[in-house]
């Protein structure tokens, strides 16, 4: 392509700025390691967040007695003993950053006993009674509070913080390394921008000096030929 008909584009120091930043490979794997560390902070301060906790639980148990024989066995298929137990756990826990371990924890208990003929699918037990007696069910509740503190192992804040300081140290690290990155790509795109800029500087000055060159040359030549030249002044145009 004549140079005549070359695109120029014109870019500005911030816009050559802008167009390093933003395609910059090492600034963009340099952004990732902040944010990794950040949520290893989040991470490790989760450790003193309280946390709910609950269940529950259900047993049954059963003892079958059958009868055989006589006119019992027409009204009965037998008689189902046991027991339901039905408990619930429900509470709160924490930890603090001085190592202390603090548990809340509330217990319901009840307990239904079974008593009567047997199943209701089978004989006809079923249809004289029978499942559970409320008059012998029992109920508790219990409340409990624990508190642990370590004495030796885990104790005071040091130790508790230590994975929370390591995780906002390397926070701190990456961040100061993606910033230490956006500068030398700055300085680096600054130095380049300007020595493109004294390079096309001088590319125009060289192509005046030439131009000028050559009409000096052309007018030692005129002279030359007129018979008032000097062959000194051909020479050094032609240099």
């Known amino acids: 392509m004549p140079p005549d008909e070359r695109k120029v584009v014109y870019l500005t ?3 050559a700025i802008a167009l ?3 395609n910059n490979h090492d600034i963009s794997l340099a952004e990732i390691d902040p944010r990794l560390a950040e949520t290893d902070e989040i991470r490790a301060l989760a450790a003193f967040d309280p946390a709910l906790f609950g269940d529950f639980e259900y047993e049954e148990s059963r003892t079958e007695s059958s009868t055989t024989g006589g006119l019992a066995s027409i009204f009965s298929s037998g008689s189902n003993r046991g027991q339901k137990r039905f408990e619930w756990h429900a509470g709160a826990k924490r930890k603090w950053i001085t190592g202390t371990d603090l548990q809340l924890q509330f ?5 239904r006993p079974i008593s009567g003929g047997g199943d209701s699918g089978g004989g006809l037990g079923a ?3 029978g499942g559970d007696s409320g008059s012998d069910e029992q109920v508790d509740t219990e409340a409990l ?3 642990t503190q370590p004495i030796l192992r885990n104790f005071g804040f040091d130790a508790n913080l230590a994975d929370v300081r390591t995780a906002r140290n390397n926070r701190i690290i990456s961040a ?3 910033e230490n990155q956006i500068r030398r790509t700055i300085d680096e795109t600054l130095q380049t921008y300007w020595d493109l800029v004294f390079a096309v500087e001088n590319r125009s000055v060289r192509i005046e000096s030439l131009r000028r060159a050559e009409r000096y040359l052309s007018i030692a030549q005129a002279q030359q030929q007129a018979g008032q030249g000097n062959p000194l002044a051909i020479l050094q145009a032609q240099v």
């Open 20 to 22: 390093a930043l933003r």
């Open 107 to 111: 217990t319901a208990r009840e307990i």
């Open 13 to 15: 120091i911030r816009h």
């Open 176 to 178: 100061h390394d993606l």
């Open 127 to 129: 249809l004289f009674g």
């Open 145 to 147: 509070a624990v508190v």
